[in-house]
């Protein structure tokens, strides 16, 4: 909720996430959840668009009162867009998750994140950033060695 109220207020940066034990520990698992959040904060703060396409104006006019839309291809279009969509919290009913298995969020948020550090392959810092970088560590070096 912190998160969501910081971005709501306007900020654009938003520190802690995966911090644990009031920020004496970093949990790569709870990195993962933060992120998670952190994606659905987005979407929150990315507010709605309403205009006629948004609005489905013609599309409500065509099916009427009392029809559905789920095989409009209007809603079809456009419900992967405006849906909030997670990897990690299941929004199963719960006879489905216990069917399943019954992987609690951090037992998802763990296997998520081993799959990450095992896969994830980051593209090289290009050579000019790479300088800048060893630059700014080579003065940060001797300012701390003074």
Known sequence: MSMLMAALAGANMIYGLGMIDLGMTLDFSQIVIDNELAKMVRKIIGGIPVNDET???DVLRQVGC?????????????????QSYTRLFDRRPYGQ????GGQDLAARATEEMQHILKNHKPAALDESTAKALDRIITEAREAWAK
Do not use: I, P, Y
């Open 55 to 57: 609005m489905a104006v």
């Open 97 to 100: 998750w216990k069917a399943d």
């Open 66 to 82: 009392g029809g559905h839309f789920l095989q409009e291809e209007h809603t079809l279009k456009h419900m992967r867009e405006e």
